[in-house]
């Protein structure tokens, strides 16, 4: 099993960039992918990036905005996160998954979330 931890949310203004960190402990040689993803109040969790050792992957939502990237020798993946806007509000969950294919679906470890709130 894999544990994840998030940090760095906060409250920023439309426009601004905040960066988001993961840490991951126990199991980690065992996961091949890791990602993020964000619910919004009264929404569905939905897929935001993902990485692995060959590339990264993006919502259509987020691309040219959003950038993931990993630290192997912290075992921490982070998103930076610019030209915010109040949509991209929502908890973000850190996922760890043993696949190496780029579904959204198969995750199998998650972080506690942390709050990302883009006011007007």
């Known amino acids: 099993q894999v544990q994840l931890v998030e940090s760095g949310g906060g409250l920023v203004q439309a426009g601004g960039s905040l960066r988001v960190s993961c840490a991951a402990s126990?199991?980690?040689?065992?996961?091949?992918?890791m990602g993020w993803f964000r619910q919004a109040p009264g929404k569905e969790r939905e897929f935001v990036a993902a990485?692995?050792?060959?590339?990264?992957y993006y919502a259509d939502s987020v691309k040219g905005r959003f950038t993931i990237s990993g630290d192997s020798a912290k075992n921490t993946v982070y998103l930076q996160m610019n030209s915010l806007k109040p949509e991209d509000t929502a908890v973000y969950y850190c996922?760890?998954?043993?696949?190496?294919?780029?579904?959204?679906?198969?995750?199998?470890?998650w972080g506690q979330g942390t709050q990302v709130t883009v006011s007007s």
């Open positions: 126990g199991r980690t040689f065992s996961r091949n992918k």
């Open positions: 990485i692995r050792w060959d590339g990264t």
């Open positions: 996922a760890a998954s043993r696949s190496s294919t780029w579904s959204t679906r198969d995750y199998d470890d």
